[in-house]
């Protein structure tokens, strides 16, 4: 057992040495050494367009602004050079400050040029300037992609592939939650801004905070966002209007009263908002469609019975039942075909769905149901929706 966390410990310090490698030990270059250097890149001589290039990679964040000036009007063998030095320094530039345990995210020094931003704006220009910028930005950003998972698995975010469930729909999807296993600095969820083609984000319980959502909505390709089972606040709230758009967004087990639903009004939400046992009226919720008309807005109260069905042949037919849910208690199995819910008959599961979704979790509800061409009923408790294990 010892070697095993001692294993652990070591790997632990050598991924946080990864940060830390390839930094260039910085030379207080002259701008006449510099300028020197840069002419250097493209002499006729192999030796001193090496020697140059080494040279302008220990003078760091000093040679950016000159190696940007020269790729306006450098040749190619410089450009290739130029960039690649830039590429170099920008990764250079550790993320992480602190022990390895407790590690915080680096801030860059204001007053230096940046390398990272200067690669960005030179991959919008044309030519071979821009396409070995952008080349430089991919690498780059694919390690610090790397680098970001690393590290935040190591203080409890999960980013990877899980079941994410919105609204009614339950799929696989590439995933980054944040929950109370979460035991990192807040500072550090700003890496996000690496991890792309991500596009669902969970943040549950008293991770619903300021500063873990600014660190989320920093995700370069976050269209769905879900804040489950905890309290937002109006400060929590304007992190989300700071976006440029957000295709869905949900609240579950979130309370809201006016001055969050009117905060919410003002959000730049595109295509849909769910709101499932948020201890909002359906007047109130009336009166938010006719402000967003353009919006679909799914409100639930927050019951769930805990099927998943099937309505492809205009019948509601349980495809499977979850674990220890009121459906599970009630007896329902899969196959069977639900017919009613409270009285109203049900031939979709978005029949089923209507009345739940006007139930309280602890509220219980009438189903009549068929198994092998005999109908039944039966009484089941409404629970809450959880995600998936």
Not at 97 to 103: F, Q
Not at 158 to 181: C, D, M, S
Not at 261 to 278: Q, V, Y
Not at 378 to 384: P, Q, S
Request: aromatic content about 4%.
């Amino acid at each position: 057992m010892r070697s095993v966390s001692l294993i652990h410990q070591s790997t632990k310090i050598a991924g946080f040495a990864l940060f830390l490698a390839l930094i260039p030990v910085a030379h207080a270059a002259t701008p006449e050494e510099i300028a020197a250097q840069i002419e250097s890149l493209s002499s006729d001589s192999y030796l001193r367009r090496e020697n140059a290039t080494n040279a302008l990679l220990k003078a760091g964040s000093a040679a950016i602004e000159p190696l940007v000036k020269v790729l306006k009007r450098g040749d190619l063998e410089t450009t290739q050079r130029a960039i690649g030095i830039l590429q170099s320094i920008a990764m250079a530039r550790p993320i992480l400050e602190g022990d390895s345990d407790h590690p915080k995210l680096a801030r860059p020094d204001s007053e230096q040029p940046d390398a990272w931003e200067s690669l960005l704006t030179l991959s919008t220009m044309g030519g071979s300037r821009g396409e070995r910028a952008t080349m430089a930005i991919e690498e780059i950003t694919h390690v610090r992609r790397s680098q970001t998972v690393q590290t935040l698995s190591m203080q409890g975010a999960l980013i990877g592939v899980k079941e994410f469930v919105y609204g009614a729909t339950t799929n696989l999807q590439r995933v980054v939650e944040i929950n109370e296993a979460y035991q990192g600095d807040d500072s550090l969820l700003e890496l996000l801004r690496w991890v792309d083609r991500v596009e669902f984000a969970r943040i549950e319980g008293p991770a619903i905070r300021q500063d873990v959502l600014k660190g989320v909505t920093q995700m370069p390709d976050l269209k769905t966002l879900s804040l489950l089972y905890g309290d937002i606040n109006m400060e929590t709230m304007k992190v989300i209007g700071d976006l440029e758009s957000i295709d869905h967004l949900e609240f579950r087990y979130v309370p809201l009263n006016e001055e969050l639903l009117d905060a919410i009004a003002t959000l730049p939400i595109r295509i849909s908002l769910t709101l499932n046992g948020t201890d909002l009226s359906s007047d109130q919720v009336d009166a938010l469609r006719q402000t967003l008309p353009g919006l679909n807005i799914e409100f639930k109260r927050g019951g769930f019975l805990g099927v998943r069905c099937n309505d492809s042949f205009n019948e509601c037919i349980i495809q499977s039942v979850v674990d220890d849910s009121g459906a599970e208690v009630a007896g329902l199995q899969r196959d069977d075909v639900i017919i009613r819910a409270n009285g109203e008959p049900v031939k979709k599961f978005a029949d089923l769905q209507a009345v739940i979704n006007t139930r309280d979790p602890g509220q219980t509800i009438r189903i009549g149901y068929r198994r092998l061409n005999v109908e039944y009923e039966t009484d089941a408790k409404l629970g809450k929706l959880t995600e998936p294990n």
